[in-house]
Each structure stands twice: as C-alpha cells, then as structure tokens.
C-alpha cells in the first residue's frame, strides 16, 4: 500500500494511505497533552485536509501506547487570568467546533487515556472506538475548574443529563466497557485490532456516497445547532441529494442489482 507523510508540524504526525489521513498527537513524552501549540497546528490541519481533495477521511489517534490525549496542559494555566482562560476556552472550542463539522468522517481511535481536553476532542470526532484500556473522564474539577473545550455541552448530548453530571461532578475515570454502555464510545476492541478495526470502519464509509455521507454529518449538527430547525435542514438536504450523479450512481446500481461506484 502507499503510504505517504502528510503536513509539516511539530507536534502532529500526519500518514496518508488510499484517501484516509492518520493524525497523530505526537508528544508522547507528556501523554499527548493539547498545549497551545498542539491547538494550533490541529487547526492548522483542518484547514489543509478541507482543502486537500486526496483526503476523504481521517483517523484520529495518539502517539505511543499510554495516551490518546491525557489532557490540557496544566503548566500553561499557570498565571492565566480570567480573560486569557476565557480566550483559551473560546480557541479551543472554535477548534473542536471546526473539527466536528467537517464534511469529512473523522473517527477518534483512542488508544489510552482521553482525558478533560482528550475527550473533549476524542468527543468532537464524528466516531470513537477505543481500545480495551482506553480511560475516559472530565476530571477538571479535581482543579477547581470545568471542562472549557465543549464538554460540558457534548457529554451531555452523548450520554446524558445524569450520567454527564456524575462523571463531571465526581471528576472519576470511566473504563472502556463503561463508555460503551452509556453511549460515549461506538465500539470497543483489542489493542493490537484498534487501528486495523479504525480503517475498516473508515474503508466501509467511504464505499458510500461522498456527498451523502457529508450529509449525514451536516443534518445530525444540526440537531444540536439552536439557530437551525433540524427537520428542515433534514428536509433541504434530502432534496439536495436528488439529481446528483452520486444519488443517479446508487439508484441506478440499486435496481441493477450490483456495488454502485461512487466518485
């Protein structure tokens, strides 16, 4: 297979293989933990994967074999006030905001600990499968603090009001088996099978429509969007999909009774 380096970053990895980006959190040496400048240069990403028409999807992992992201990093907190927390904040979830609705499916392969800003970005992707001693939390209040990348909102949405609550309240570690009781994680597999089972969720994806999938994407945020009435993004999108060569592909291969071939 042909695999090629993507990007040009400091603390990013980038391996393009047949359409599909892996993008590795690359500082291994502090679990992975999201400074400004891992902030940045993910922003940077989105930016150049929304632009590159070779990419068509991206698996999202961590570098080594101890963390997904085991969090923000604290040391940049030190001194902060409340204007710059309040701006960090806001990058960050414009980031994760970015990430989130992208058009193109992202699944978060977490490899071990996501943690305060790791599930909150593990959480932005579109899909999260995890490995069996991945460990899941919120843990901020353990620093007088609260989740500030979105968590708050998106844990909600995942699993709940309650379970939300107790996890952000109590600041406690979930397992893997936990998180795919309560519907934060779509799946759980061995450790060795996470980025082999990761691409085979992705090459299944990316056999559908293009156009559908990014769809698909756009009228589930739109649940969540309050300036949108989902059913009627719901609507407009369906309508869009008619007439299009992709929707002609898929039908037409339908009633022929064989694979469409979508572009």
Known sequence: MNQQNWGSFQTLLGHLEEGVLTLI??????????????????????????????????????????AFVAGADISEFNGADKKTAMEMASKGQAIFDRLEKNKKPIIAAVNGFALGGGCELAMACHIRIAAEQARFGQPEVNLGLIPGYGGTQRLTQLVGRGKALEIMMTGNMIDAAHALQIGLINQVVDATALMEESKKMMRTILTKGPQAVARVIQAVEACFDKKKDGYQEEVTLFGQCFGTAEMQEGVSAFLEKRKPKFS
């Open 25 to 66: 959190i690359n500082r291994p040496d502090k679990m992975n933990a999201l400074n400004q400048t891992v902030l940045s240069e993910l922003e940077q990403a989105i930016e150049q994967l929304e632009q590159d028409q070779t990419i068509q999807g991206v698996i999202l992992t961590g570098a080594g074999e101890k």
